[in-house]
Nanobody
């Protein structure tokens, strides 16, 4: 059973930065493409950034140029550096696999709140 533990969220003013971390249990982490997802109140969960096992990245248009996803396979950890935050980035952020037909069990997520 894979476990996902997200951390690093908080309250920040618009224009500020946060760095999210996601610790993943299990040896299968290094072979999978990982993603950061977010869910705002009343909205569906959306994928905002992905990183392949080899380090190739891709981003949703809404965060491109502001967010950077990275991973350290030796630590089974994936990160999301978020800069120039906007109020519309307010959401609960989750990590999960992004190249499987079904996600792993979701973690508790980490709340990001951006004030204007």
């Amino acid at each position: 059973q894979v476990q996902l533990v997200e951390s690093g969220g908080g309250l920040v003013q618009a224009g500020g930065s946060l760095r999210l971390s996601c610790a993943v249990s299990g040896s299968i982490f290094s072979i999978n493409t990982m993603g950061w997802y977010r869910q705002a109140p009343g909205k569906q969960r959306e994928l905002v950034a992905v990183i392949s096992s080899g380090g190739a990245t891709n981003y949703a248009d809404s965060v491109k140029g502001r967010f950077t996803i990275s991973r350290v396979n030796a630590k089974n950890t994936v990160y999301l550096q978020m800069n120039s935050l906007k109020p519309e980035d307010t959401a609960v952020y989750y990590c999960n696999v992004a190249n499987q037909p079904f996600p792993w069990s979701w973690g508790q997520g980490t709340q990001v709140t951006v004030s204007s």
